[in-house]
């Protein structure tokens, strides 16, 4: 086509076959075989002194054939999806971890859905590798709650520890809720919640001296203080990360699932948020807060490098991501 | 802090000397050195069949002192800066080229600043390396336009080929332009247009037998039809990239500079817009056409990976990246 015209761009080339008739080039190949391999999950940015290292621990596809959310149908749904330029027959859930070098501690919120859950997820430590991180190195493991994609990465496929060097610090708020056997006793047979009793169980399996149990607004980690975000579960936790004049907030699981539908619908309650209207009390409290202040925000289900800010739309929120920067 | 609260987020972590009072783990390191190291600048997806890798040349960081657009004051940049979340006084010009595979033809899509335009640009060749392709193995170089940040990663630092088996197609209209004497003759002595003249006769000195001139509404590699959105330079083009229901729009530097500051005021010119009036009808068009068709688009001058859609916002634009997938 000459000229920029609807027509033109939607009905594609005119004559493709017409690349038969294209002059070979002198280097021309017989085949171009397809890369077929992503970059790899990690992105470095700088808060004050720190620097940030997100993690990719990659993507669960599910199908859509029912709404995930317990107040909203099919239909909103996809239309939500449209709305942010997403697939409307799938549901993408992404995995991002945040590894924090204070400069003397090298500290990662999370660990990922670890192995034995699919081919597409668990790429924590082959992504750490990519950074140039070695698992043993790492002084400090801050846990936001105990959903499996954020504790599972604490173990490797043979049980043991991932990360052998570390002190795992954990929300004495969560540890109290999943380790009661009350709460445990009440979650009906073959629910996800009785599902996640046994898998915090199964991680937390003789780790009773490298486990620290901390409060909201304990310093867990030189510069990160942990913020009460409850209503997801009972001690979900989120993290403000301080160095100098650069502020981080580490959001954790304040939207959960595909996070970009939940800025658009702030009121929809996901399968995991164990209290719904807590939760929507959280997430509208923190964007609140971010929006207004225009403080950076790294999200764990948001796209990678899943960092970026909020804004106020209306009685929604839209993601801004931050700029990619090519240079440190 | 305990609760989410503006005061506890903004004042920082009270009593960071408590650093000191941290239970030190098994594992303390003396220090945990900064990696200072980005990730690789590349990232690939697919159009139907065609596997795309965009690939980054890297970021120009020019302190902002002055207003870099002809018809937009100073303040009105820092502000346009500001409601993009971008520092205020700082302009961060990004590049970024797309190559394409189609399965018979790697195809590369403008080529950088090439060497010698400072120590953050010019990263084409590391990123393409990193993407695990051999700059001999591309078959087509397919210039958008003659302004040096496209042109210059055509020739290695000492002056060879830096695609050495590439044929290389260009605009006819913007070699027209370029290599006609009486333009060259009429740019005032040291000026932007007078150097680049020269930039180009020595970019494309000997290369005769190695150029092919295309005209708009040609395929210039197979499904890869060149489109005018002239403008930005007389022979400014950008290309619809068509494989099966797949559908993608290089814009090259229909928004130039900074890109996002062009979504929002897209009445602004850039110092490189040639004819400011014409870029403005382009970019209009442009967008209106690619925000109601839903097309995905990638840019030149957006920040990497530099692809995703165009949503309207009253009469300006929005900039909506694609999800970044972990997978292809």
Do not use: C
């Not at 997100?54 to 995930?68: F, M, Y």
């Not at 590894?99 to 082959?126: C, E, F, H, Q, W």
């Not at 049980?159 to 009440?186: C, H, T």
């Not at 509208?284 to 990678?304: E, Q």
């Amino acid at each position: 086509m000459s000229k920029i015209t609807r027509r033109a761009a939607l009905a594609g080339v005119a004559g493709a076959g017409a690349a038969s008739g294209l002059q070979p080039s002198a280097s021309a190949q017989a085949a171009a075989p397809a890369a077929a391999r992503q970059a790899a999950g990690f992105y470095r940015y700088k808060i004050g002194d720190y620097e940030i290292t997100a993690i990719n621990d990659g993507v669960r596809q599910d199908k859509l054939e029912t709404s995930p959310y317990r107040n909203a149908k099919l239909e909103e749904v996809q239309a939500a999806l449209e709305a942010t330029f997403l697939p409307k027959n799938q549901m993408s859930i992404v995995f991002n971890q945040a590894l924090v070098n204070t400069g003397s501690k090298l500290v990662l919120l999370d660990t990922g859905n670890g192995p034995g859950r699919g081919p597409t997820v668990g790429m924590l430590p082959a992504n750490l590798a990519a950074a140039g991180v070695d698992p043993k190195t790492i002084d400090t493991i801050v846990i936001s709650h105990f959903h499996g994609d954020h504790i599972g990465g604490l173990r490797t496929a043979d049980g043991q520890l991932a990360f052998p060097n570390a002190e795992i610090k954990v929300p004495a708020r969560e540890w109290a809720y999943w380790m009661d056997d009350g709460n445990m006793s009440r979650a009906p047979e073959g629910s996800n919640l009785a599902n996640n009793h046994r898998n915090v169980r199964r991680i937390f399996a003789g780790l009773g001296d490298k486990v620290t149990k901390y409060e909201w607004g304990a310093e867990v980690g030189p510069g990160i203080t942990a913020m009460d975000t409850n209503g997801h579960t009972p001690g979900h936790t989120s993290f403000v990360v301080a160095s100098g004049p650069g502020k981080l907030i580490v959001q954790s699981d304040v939207t959960a699932h595909v996070a970009l539908l939940f800025l658009r619908n702030p009121e929809w309650h996901a399968g995991g948020d164990m209290d719904g209207p807590q939760a929507v009390r959280t997430r509208r409290k923190l964007y609140d807060m971010v929006a207004t202040d225009r403080i950076l925000l790294a999200g764990y289900h948001l796209p990678f490098p899943a960092v970026g800010y909020i804004e106020k739309d209306g009685s929604s929120y839209r993601f801004v991501p931050a700029a990619w920067s090519p240079v440190l």
